[in-house]
């Protein structure tokens, strides 16, 4: 399974090495990986049927409990199956559609890259695995979606996916840690033990609303879902596979296998509910005003993710089951309408809905497929669609609570939904040919064939559902809901109120798809609202934000070094200052110091008068000089007490420090001054603060207890291991021989970088 998993990653880190050398074959090459993946992952249903699910195991870093564990149960077959089925239609599609594209060796190591991360997210049952392939579908799809990277909107699309996305990962990271901390493990089948512990516990409440914002905005939930219309500026293979059947949906899926984990509590379900509903009737009345093809789709995309979350939110049986089916419907008859909308604008050179018509004459199969993927999404029978059409409406009507006001609610967004499909699906191909289109040639076949192929995947599961029922829906309702009550899926429920509304939408939804044309003025009605969008919101705080990181860093990263060593004391000072005014224990053995020496009256008097030189002279060379008293007067302290090494130790530094300053300043100029007697006054108030908390800190050490056992184990054993009788040498060369080493390459690089500093000549022309 490992190899499974990474196998997208090894070709995608080859294509730098082997895509210029065979970047007419790479595509072909590429596109059989994942036709093999999906051929063994069809090879497990059967395995899967008999079994709850299927693991495999990998040590990574197991002192931390993080393991490479990967779990196949019907949740994850399902989409293992969608990301490598879809993902094959989309590399053979892109290999015609991408043809003689100068970048599509890296689009191929960008989509299987992407593809590995999505197989990651849903077969990982680490949850911090699954955070970091998590991570990986937003990076990848960031390269995906700015694929254009010369197309100013591209680039802006591409971080606005990224940074919405990304920082609703790490927001579900802090989720997953709080899940750890509470639960005692990161493995999803050990979390499911403690399940009473987790919702008993006061971060419950926390976990939940970390894990819902990573999904919200991984899922394009009301407010986070405008980065998804945003991200049609890439090309339409990527629309298709990141958009119908796999990021997007990654947030589903998490929701989908947290549910028997942290499900059936009033704050899951009636948030989800609450979100879900906004989602899908905000968006479907959105789809309604777009005339680009794409937006259509996006906007339906919203509506239709909305609408599982929603189902999640109810979290009945049926409900869920009613998710279940819908997740593949959607990935099915969405997937195949965004490749419809790829091959239109491929060859006609445009997605505007008010100028297509009558493209039946020109691109029958392709006519045929969007027929196929409108009635599914409109819900029709003997179609896939009307299976879970039927399972949403049987879930609400017959819900305990709120039962018309959730199933109005659906009822709407379903007749919406039915028009942008129709949009999408239809229009472009009814009526005559115009004469502006009248040029346009079929597709070829490689284009055609991956939307006609999930075409017949529509009616064949639709018509016979049993072959749906226990070989795939049954393990993935399993997974969603904890319960191993057998499913049904019948194409016929008798005559009740599920049918009547089934046949209320089809009538209204058809109705309001005569009569209500999209025009650029109904969508120039809309632009005043874009002013109070979550969007324009958003877009209004980051700006805000921008600008008080451009204000900040001004402040703070100006390029002077005092400034950088004043920010570090007054931060260091604040710190400090809080835990001291929380209480000071402070203990001074009067008896233990010793009398004070004349020769230490000197000094000290010299040092302070050294400081005070250091701090009134106006002249750099003499404060430096100053300073350097200041450190030979305390190697003279290490001298009264006996420490000769430490003191020839400080002697050779500060004299370094005294020739690197006057290196330094051999180079400034002369008559510079950065210094006013107000800005001096700050800097006294600022280390008077700090030297006396320095101080009592340093006082209240003695206080603690100490222990003496490391300082014994050097005494006692530098002589037996090391032959050394100076024991600070021997722990400098010896026991910390590898820092030492260390230390002293820090300092030769230092050195490097001084004197290259030194050397460096910024005014050539001066010279000259």
Known sequence: MLLVVLSGFILAALTPFVGKIAKTYLPWVFSFLPVLLFSYFLTHINSLSSKTKLTWSYEWVPSLGINLDFELNGLS??????????GSLVYFYSIYYLKGHPYIDRF????????ASMLGVVLSDNLLVMFIFWELTSISSFFLIGFNNEDPKSRKSALTALSITGLGGLVLLVGILLLQSVGGTYSFSDLAANKSIILESSAYTWIVLFIFIGSFTKSAQFPFHFWLPGAMKAPTPVSTYLHSATMVKAGIFLLAKMTPLLGSTALWNQTLLIVGGITMVYAAIHALFRIDLKGILAYSTISALGMLVFLIGVGTEKALLAASVFILTHALYKAALFLITGIIDHQTGTRDITKLQGLQHVMKPVAIAGYIAALSSAGFPLFLGFLSKELMYESTFHNPEFAWLLTSSLLFAKILLLVAG????????SGS?????????????????????????????????ALLEKSLMQPVYESISGNTNEIYLSLWHGFNWVLLL??????????????????????EKTIPFEKISPQTFIENF??????????????????YLRNYVLSILAFLTIIMGYRLYEGVSIYIDWNQISAVTPSEVIVVTLMIIS?????????????????????????LFFLFYSAPDLAMTQFSIDTLTVLLFMLVLFKLPKNKVFSSNRIRVRDAVVSILFGLLIAILTLEVFVEPSSTEISEYYANNAYILAKGRNVVNVILVDFRGMDTLVETTVLIIAAI????????NLNPAKDQ
């Open 422 to 429: 129709f949009w999408a699906g239809i229009k472009p191909f």
């Open 502 to 523: 089934s046949i209320l939408t089809l009538i209204a939804g058809t109705l309001l798809f005569v009569y209500w044309k999209p025009t650029l003025q109904k969508l």
């Open 542 to 559: 980051a700006t805000g934000f921008w600008v008080f990181a451009g204000y900040w860093t001004r402040l703070v990263q100006n390029g």
């Open 108 to 115: 191929y190591g960008y989509l299987s890259m992407f593809m």
């Open 753 to 760: 970088g001084v004197f290259s500093l030194i050397k460096l």
């Open 611 to 635: 400081i005070l030189f250091a701090i009134l002279s106006t002249s750099r060379t003499a404060s430096i000089v100053a300073l350097g008293v200041i450190g030979f007067a305390n190697c």
């Open 77 to 86: 077959m399902l989409f293992a199956l969608m990301i490598t089925g879809i």
């Open 433 to 465: 040919l115009s004469n502006e289109l009248a040029s346009v040639k079929g597709p070829s076949a490689f284009l055609w064939i991956p939307p006609v192929i999930l075409g017949i995947g529509t009616v064949l599961f639709g018509a016979f559902p």
